[in-house]
């Protein structure tokens, strides 16, 4: 099955603690992205990747790292996290066509205390 | 000018009904444009692609107006289950720079 997957689904953590968000795709996708949503504020683009090793700002990369060793793999890295990065992210992943939408995993909620 | 703008609603109507929901965008350059269906603390799911001569997919009818910079999305025949928030998304292509907006909700009563 064509998919996004990410990992974890939850996660409550402690300001400062270093932590990684996962996110690996199936279908041989270049583009992949990684967005957060925030009440009344909707989508707004981190991290967008056009392919291996090629790595962009999105709108809000402040607080975020990515990488992309690998085509299928695009983790979300918080170093030190603070409560304003309290959120629910998603990852999503794209072919080149311009007519081709997002696929989207299924979220990771993500609370700093 | 917010870069994409919609109405937040919630658009609340009854079974049967057509609604009709639009979405503004600010960038004359933006060249690719989709309505994404996202239900309540789920992912935001593909609903279809905006051409520029419109197009169709069942109950639903997608259109696009260069001249006035927006976008419409048309439910006929609305079901229960269409109940969701209808987010539009604007590109100015190759997927560098996509801009959602922040959703319009639609409640569809029995």
């Known amino acids: 099955e064509a998919q996004v997957t990410q990992n974890p689904r939850y996660l409550i953590t402690v300001t400062g603690k270093k932590l990684t968000v996962t996110c690996s795709q199936n279908?041989?996708?270049?583009?992949m992205s990684w967005y957060r949503q925030d009440p009344g504020l909707g989508l707004r683009q981190i991290y967008y990747?056009?392919?291996?090793?090629?790595?962009d700002k999105g709108d809000v990369p402040e607080g975020y790292k990515v990488s992309r060793k690998e085509k299928r793999n695009f983790p979300l890295i918080l170093e030190s996290p603070s409560p304003n990065q309290t959120s629910l992210y998603f990852c999503?992943?794209?072919?080149?066509?311009?007519?081709?939408?997002?696929?989207f995993g299924s979220g990771t909620r993500l609370t700093v205390v | 000018r917010k870069e994409v703008e919609q109405d937040p609603g919630p658009f609340n109507v009854p079974e049967g009904a057509t609604v009709a929901f639009n979405c503004t965008y600010s960038?004359?350059?933006?060249?690719?444009f989709f309505w994404y269906r996202q239900d309540c603390r789920k992912e935001p799911k593909l609903l279809m692609s905006?051409?520029?001569s419109g197009n169709e997919d069942g109950r639903f009818t997608a259109q696009l107006n260069r001249a006035s910079q927006y976008i419409s999305l048309l439910i006929r025949d609305s079901k229960l289950s269409d109940s969701a928030t209808y987010l539009c998304v604007v590109s100015p292509g190759g997927y560098q720079k996509v801009t959602f907006g922040t959703g319009t909700k639609l409640q569809v009563i029995p």
């Open positions: 960038n004359s350059a933006s060249q690719s």
């Open positions: 279908m041989n996708h270049e583009y």
């Open positions: 990747s056009m392919n291996v090793e090629v790595t």
């Open positions: 999503a992943s794209s072919s080149n066509s311009k007519s081709y939408g997002y696929t």
């Open positions: 905006v051409y520029s």
